[in-house]
């Protein structure tokens, strides 16, 4: 890893109206709308629908480097999260995320290490970090 601070860079550029083009260094272009609660198209990703991922996808690599760090063994996960978008004192902002976690583990492999690196994974995620929402935590595991 490298030190502190790290600094990332992203850009986006548009047209009056039509799609956003989202860009970083040495990434692929994402095409970008608004919702369709906001009158957007909703077949594009959004700002809304990026930050959800963000926060799936952190899940995820933030199990990787828990699961490695501990030398468990596991097979697949998926992670479902729903972000809730309200207005709070005339503000629209996320107010709650929901995390739903189901990761396979090997026949044997101990359940409740799992449980808990999954939780570890939660509370080490930087996006999750860096969100004043509440999140919550759903986790099922099955063993193959």
Not at 24 to 33: C, F, M, N, Q
Request: hydrophobic share 45%; aromatic share 6%.
């Amino acid at each position: 890893m490298h030190p502190f601070p790290h600094h990332y860079h992203a850009s986006a550029t548009a047209k009056a109206a039509g799609e956003v083009k989202l860009s970083g260094p040495g990434l692929p272009a994402l095409a970008s709308d608004g919702p369709a609660e906001f009158g957007g198209p909703g077949n594009l990703w959004s700002p809304e629908t990026l930050l959800t991922a963000a926060l799936a996808d952190c899940f995820v690599l933030s199990l990787r480097a828990v699961a490695a760090a501990s030398k468990f063994e596991w097979l697949a996960v998926s992670c479902e999260v729903t972000g809730k978008l309200d207005r709070i004192d005339k503000v629209s902002q996320f107010t709650e995320f929901s995390i739903r976690a189901r990761l396979t583990i090997p026949a044997g492999a101990d359940a409740e290490r799992a449980r808990r690196l999954l939780e570890k994974s939660e509370q080490i995620c930087l996006i999750s970090n860096s969100l004043k929402a509440e999140r919550h935590l759903q986790i099922e595991i099955e063993q193959a």
